[in-house]
């Protein structure tokens, strides 16, 4: 098999087999922001990656795709449950987000977490050039940097966690957690979002195993009375951001996003999430607010509409099963109160649209709600500033997302303070032209600035003088 420089590591190949209602099967594009941010990095290099292709059991050989090598990695039906459903997003994920959701322990789902990890570092060592460099993407497999180290220790080995690190006093719960601590040290580079992420985990390692840590640095015993440094610092994740501006400026979709704005029957202002439907996007603490608006007559269906965009996740998990019965309970209870016969108050669509769709949306939008009670980055919120060159627009962004970090001219909330998130909605419509101009302004430009490409070109510069100063040793 070939053998490339660059071999990206993910869960997700960037692409899904799926298979329509008459038996056609093909290949689409995977959701989430990690397959938007490396797309661009992996554009126009001969680089592989190695992912699962988003359907159990499904054998298939390496194929190339866009110019890239991609490796598919099979899931078994029992691998989706105890490894994917299970440790990643039933473990891994509600206690990496601060256990919005109850974590569940389950010593089989970690068997499975061990056995896949294995699976992916096995595959990436078999597609690695000497001395080649691999990148490994997220909390799916943290285990893949010190597996990867161990069969093949010429590789120069990064990882980004795309996903909030929590602070020590819920790590601790985790029964595995100094192995997980020791796969990811097995990086030369450990990327994070945030600033406070890197820092706790800097201080997971402290506590677990006493290493020295030194700004980023973090000094691991070889075993040979020698030592090797990890870099674990922030490298916050961005947008194609130019990509989204030259769609922003299409005259089809600008007339589509006109064209959204009658189909709502043409209300005064125009609110929108999107996310997927997940229980740390805060779609419920939105709801309630929004519907207290109707009550108490801040809002009025027919000026105001609630655009709630959900695309489906995870529906093999509990809690997304039991998160999707709650909030279109809620749809339906808010909309069945203060509909009219023209007129609805939240347009609510459990899907997932193409980027042109989205851009028009953002357009349309006179202000987009990111009310994550907590969130890696959240893209949407940079998706939304780079679209609006009209300088329109209001960002209402909760404060614990990584991307307020950045946005700091977005209206910040905490969404857990449902009267603080109303005023700040009504703070939205009511702002004048200039006011979303200066702040939409500044928003941009970091955006526009801090874009993917430079995401990725400081990740790899981290890469590159690690491995310098590696021989030079
Ligand atoms: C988040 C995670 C990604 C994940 C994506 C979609 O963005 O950080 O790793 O791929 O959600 O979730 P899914 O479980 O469908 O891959």
Do not use: C
């Not at 420089?5 to 993910?10: D, K, P, R, T």
């Not at 601790?172 to 990327?191: F, T």
């Not at 402290?206 to 040979?224: A, C, H, M, Q, W």
């Amino acid at each position: 098999m070939a053998q490339s420089e660059l071999v990206v590591v993910a869960n997700r190949l960037p692409v899904d087999r799926v298979t329509d209602k008459d038996g056609n099967e093909s290949w689409r594009r995977s959701p989430g922001g990690l397959v938007t941010a490396l797309e661009q990095v992996m554009a126009g290099s001969d680089a592989a990656w190695v992912g699962w292709p988003g359907k159990a059991d499904l054998f298939m050989d390496p194929f190339e795709f866009d110019g890239n090598l991609l490796v598919p990695v099979r899931l078994s039906q029992d691998n989706l449950e105890y490894y994917y459903e299970g440790f990643s997003n039933g473990t891994i994920w509600p206690l990496y987000h601060d256990v919005i959701a109850t974590p569940i322990y389950r010593r089989s789902w970690w068997d499975s977490y061990v056995r896949v990890n294995k699976r992916f570092a096995d595959a990436a060592a078999s597609v690695a050039a000497e001395g080649g460099l691999v990148w490994v993407q997220d909390y799916q497999l943290q285990l893949v940097p010190k597996m990867l180290r161990e069969i093949r220790p010429d590789l120069t080995i990064g990882y980004f966690h795309h996903i909030p690190f929590p602070a020590y006093g819920l790590y601790a719960q985790l029964p595995w957690r100094s192995e997980v601590i020791e796969g990811l040290l097995g990086a030369d580079v450990l990327g994070f979002q945030r600033v406070a992420d890197a820092g706790n985990f800097q201080r997971s390692v402290r506590r677990l195993f006493r290493y020295p840590t030194k700004s980023n640095r973090i000094e691991v015993p070889t075993g040979d009375g020698t030592t090797r440094s990890v870099v674990a610092a922030p490298f916050p994740i961005s947008i194609d951001a130019q990509a989204f501006v030259d769609l922003a400026k299409k005259p089809e979709i600008i007339a589509r996003s006109k064209e959204i704005r009658e189909q709502l029957g043409n209300p005064k202002k125009i609110l929108l999430g999107v996310d997927r439907l997940d229980y740390t996007k805060g779609i419920r603490h939105r709801l309630k607010a929004f519907g207290e608006m109707l009550e108490d007559g801040t809002a009025k269906v027919g000026e105001v509409t609630l655009v709630q965009v959900a695309s489906p996740s995870r529906p093999g998990v509990e809690a997304y099963q039991d998160l999707r019965d709650e909030i279109e309970l809620t749809v339906g209870r808010i909309n069945g109160d203060h509909d009219t016969m023209h007129h609805t108050a939240i347009r609510y669509l459990h899907q997932g649209f193409p980027r042109e769709e989205m851009v028009a949306l953002y357009l349309a939008a006179d202000v987009l709600l990111i009310t994550a009670l907590r969130d890696g980055m959240n893209l949407v919120a940079k998706e939304y500033a780079a679209v609006r060159t009209d300088q329109r627009g209001v960002l209402v962004l909760s404060e614990f997302a990584g991307a307020a970090d950045e946005l700091n001219a977005a209206l910040m909330i905490n969404p857990h303070d449902i009267d603080g998130m109303k005023a700040a909605i009504i703070q939205a419509i009511e702002m004048s032209p200039a006011e979303q101009g200066r702040r939409m302004r500044s928003m941009r430009r970091r955006v526009l600035e801090h874009d993917v490409e430079r995401w990725g070109k400081r990740f790899m510069t981290a890469v590159e003088d690690i491995r310098a100063e590696q021989r030079e040793q």
